[in-house]
């Protein structure tokens, strides 16, 4: 089995300082029971990334630190955006792209998801890809052919020394901060396809994250029987009890799988 990643996306939640307490919370628990076979990484607001990098490396917390979004231009007139080389100035590891959010509200496309893509592995940071359908999609039995052309626009002619930087999120709209989670028959069919459609474009190993109302209840299902590499968790991100809950349900899959 792959080593499982559970990553914890803040989205536009709490400011520094509860930034800091969150982190530091992170710490302490880690510290008195260490998840040993989990990645762990966090995704606070732009606004947070120093602050909650700096008590990560003071405090030697076990977990990574990424952006939730990056700009495809290094440089430039571009208000209001973060470029990768900024963030690597912070030890920002991760960078999330295309995630359904920015798609939906901020026009990123896929041709600006490709573009950031490559940015993001140009610059050596990890990419985690994010895809999935609308409900509308999903109702009309479109969803392969949606998530398929999203990871085609995406992947194809990725360079084979960066391939092992990138990870794909399952994110189906319709289950992300609604209460709705996919069902495990629906997260195993469609894991199971990005992973076909990946090892067509040679990314034969990449890691299978699901994203859409992940909790502490329904996490061992979904990684067992849904048959994912780990999360994209949001609101239960934001307390540091049930994003490690989250992660201690990984560690113990990874157990009985491995």
């Not at 994203?211 to 994209?232: H, Q, R, T, Y």
Request: hydrophobic residues 45%; proline residues 3%.
């Amino acid at each position: 089995m792959t080593r499982p990643l559970v990553i914890g996306n803040w989205k536009m939640n709490l400011d520094y300082v509860e930034a800091i307490h969150l982190t530091q919370q992170l710490g302490v628990i880690l510290k008195n029971k260490p998840l040993e076979h989990v990645e762990l990484v966090v995704v606070p607001p732009f606004v947070d990334l120093r602050s909650v990098t700096s008590v990560v490396e003071s405090d030697r917390v076990d977990l990574e630190v990424g952006a939730q979004h990056a700009s495809q231009h290094d440089t430039g007139a571009h208000t209001g955006e973060v470029s990768v080389p900024m963030l690597q100035r912070l030890n920002v590891h991760w960078v999330l792209v295309g995630h359904s959010e920015r798609r939906a509200m901020y026009a990123m496309n896929d041709e600006v998801v490709a573009q950031t893509l490559r940015t993001v592995l140009r610059h050596g940071l990890q990419a985690v890809l994010c895809v999935g359908e609308e409900l509308a999609v999903r109702e009309s039995g479109e969803q392969v052919d949606f998530v398929t052309a999203q990871l085609h626009a995406a992947l194809a002619g990725v360079e084979e020394k960066s391939r092992p930087l990138v990870t794909i999120a399952y994110e189906p709209v319709w289950a992300i901060g609604s209460g709705l989670t996919a069902s495990t028959e629906q997260v195993r069919d469609m894991t199971e396809h990005i992973r076909t459609v990946a090892a067509s474009l040679s990314l034969d190993t990449v890691r299978v994250l699901y994203g859409g109302s992940v909790n502490p209840e329904n996490a061992a299902s979904l990684m067992i029987e849904g048959g994912v590499d780990g999360f994209l968790v949001g609101g239960a991100s934001l307390k540091a009890e049930s994003f490690l809950t989250i992660g201690q349900v990984a560690n113990d899959c990874y157990d009985v799988k491995r």
